[in-house]
């Protein structure tokens, strides 16, 4: 299996999760904030998550996820 492929907008505060290639042709709001995108085979490639920080934080806690970035 390939290792997905991590893109985090900063201004935007977007984290977006490729899974594999392919050409989304529909997606699904699994969750409030995240998105799974889906090929035309209705497998999915990608993951797009809203308001990352605040959810990663929320999700982990301040100091586990400063211990994440030392």
Known sequence: ???????YDQENDILYIVLREG???????VTENILVEFDRN???IGIEIFNALQ???????RE???LAFS
């Open 64 to 66: 586990q996820l400063a």
């Open 1 to 7: 299996m390939n290792r997905p492929i991590l893109n």
């Open 23 to 29: 050409e989304e042709d529909h997606f699904e709001e």
């Open 55 to 61: 959810l990663i934080t929320a999700t982990l806690g």
């Open 42 to 44: 209705n497998q999915p």
